[in-house]
């Protein structure tokens, strides 16, 4: 598999976006680093960026999303791609209709939980620059309860995901 592959160490950015919350999981054939998050409210595009640094060694994925943030590359939107508009840089993904977009906040999400597995792996005295991301996850947000106040005194149930 991967660590024939590379050698490597393994990411397992277990980025369990719970549309709010991230896992990022490292690993080599007996070592792993794990990292993750919680809440960070930008569900949908979370989930494509998780998927497209999938695979990547660590210091590549964080490369690629230091440029994403800077609009040098595109995110391929595959899934949640209602509204995304069409992108010259996404033609490189072979997407349908070269959708694309540069989710900055994100990108900036995972950004944070890549270098978190980096810190998580230089503490267990791995070799950083060797470590892939083979497993990240984005899990749906737990639901907010909120009150919507209505005319005349009256109270409604507000239910909405965070993201």
Not at 94 to 116: C, E, I, Y
Not at 132 to 144: C, F, G, L, W
Not at 148 to 155: Q, S, V
Request: charged share 20%; proline share 2%.
């Amino acid at each position: 598999g991967i660590n024939a592959e590379y050698g490597a160490s393994v990411v397992f950015l277990l980025l369990i976006l719970f549309v709010t919350f991230y896992d990022i999981f490292v690993s080599s054939s007996s070592e792993e680093v794990l990292s993750s998050g919680i809440n960070a409210e930008y569900g949908k595009t979370s989930r494509e960026v998780a998927q497209a640094i999938k695979g990547m060694h660590i210091r590549k994925a964080s490369k690629y999303l230091k440029d994403v943030v800077a609009q040098k590359q595109i995110i391929p939107m595959r899934r949640f791609m209602g509204g995304v508009g069409r992108h010259a840089q996404a033609k490189a993904f072979n997407t349908a209709g070269s959708l694309g977009a540069w989710p900055k906040k994100s990108a900036t999400v995972v950004l944070d939980l890549l270098r978190n597995a980096e810190s998580n792996a230089e503490v267990k005295g791995l070799e950083v620059d060797s470590l892939v991301v083979e497993y990240i996850q984005v899990n749906r947000a737990p639901q907010m309860r909120r009150r919507t106040y209505r005319a005349h005194g009256r109270i409604n149930p507000s239910c909405a995901h965070l993201a």
